[in-house]
């Protein structure tokens, strides 16, 4: 790990600046921060990359890598506990409804977070989750920091519990197949379905939908209706398939190379 994120806040001397990001990280987060370069680093897209030495340019896409695991547990975790009695379907389309790209970016600018994060104007104009990726990387900033406990309980009794209406989440249906099929077009990948019938209940049939992405297993499903089974495979592999969008879209970024461009 980069030797400036084991420093904490109490034996720095901070400038202007650094008082002034301290606040609003306090207001967006509601605690104070120990370790401050750590939720720096977090708040920075691969577009606007920090030159920390020649040649080494760092951003926030290891943090949005560890944040992503332990958003997923902890909203696991919280629905657990909501909803003793749902079964492993329900909870499992729970948690995909709040950990979609869609909803961590509504999430991100409803806590303050665009007011923070480092990002060229450019890749504003083709990336849509700049914002919901940025938060998974905050997420990751405060287990290095604080821990596992602590991050839970900012993230259910600060963000979940504020900004999402489970009742009203619980009523949505996304189309993830439709959105599967136009992804796959833009990227002219090849998709398809293997949808069959599952189980021995003649008298109740199940069906089983694998969804294949060029060949290659990204979902698999269980539904009463090869419908339900074909969402419930395609709900599995959205986040692979908007990843692959996104890092298309990446590609007409042109990432900052101004070696003035140092950790704030």
Do not use: C
Request: charge should be negative.
């Amino acid at each position: 790990m980069l030797k400036f994120l084991s420093k904490p806040i109490r034996r720095l001397r901070l400038t202007a600046a650094d008082k002034e990001f301290y606040q609003n990280l306090k207001k967006i987060l509601g605690f104070a921060p120990d370790n401050l370069d750590v939720y720096k680093l977090a708040l920075v897209h691969r577009s606007a990359s920090l030159i920390i030495s020649p040649g080494q340019k760092v951003d926030n896409e290891r943090l949005e890598y560890l944040g992503d695991a332990i958003l997923d547990a902890i909203v696991a975790d919280y629905l657990f506990a909501e909803f003793p009695n749902s079964d492993e379907g329900f909870l499992t389309k729970m948690r995909a409804k709040i950990v979609s790209r869609n909803n961590m970016n509504q999430l991100a600018i409803s806590i303050g977070l665009p007011e923070v994060v480092k990002v060229n104007n450019g890749a504003l104009n083709h990336q849509k989750y700049i914002y919901g990726n940025a938060l998974e990387a905050i997420v990751g900033a405060m287990f290095i920091d604080k821990g596992f406990k602590f991050t839970s309980d900012v993230v259910v009794n600060n963000f979940l519990r504020r900004h999402i209406n489970l009742e009203e989440l619980e009523n949505i249906e996304h189309d993830y197949k439709s959105r599967i099929l136009e992804i796959a077009q833009k990227l002219h990948i090849k998709v398809a379905f293997d949808t069959h019938e599952y189980g021995d209940n003649k008298q109740k049939p199940q069906f089983e939908a694998i969804l294949l992405w060029n060949g290659k297993e990204i979902g698999r499903g269980l539904g009463q209706s090869k419908k339900e089974a074909e969402q419930q495979a395609s709900m599995q592999g959205i986040d692979l398939a908007e990843g692959e969008l996104q890092s298309e879209k990446q590609k007409e970024d042109t990432p900052n190379e101004d070696p003035k461009n140092e950790l704030i």
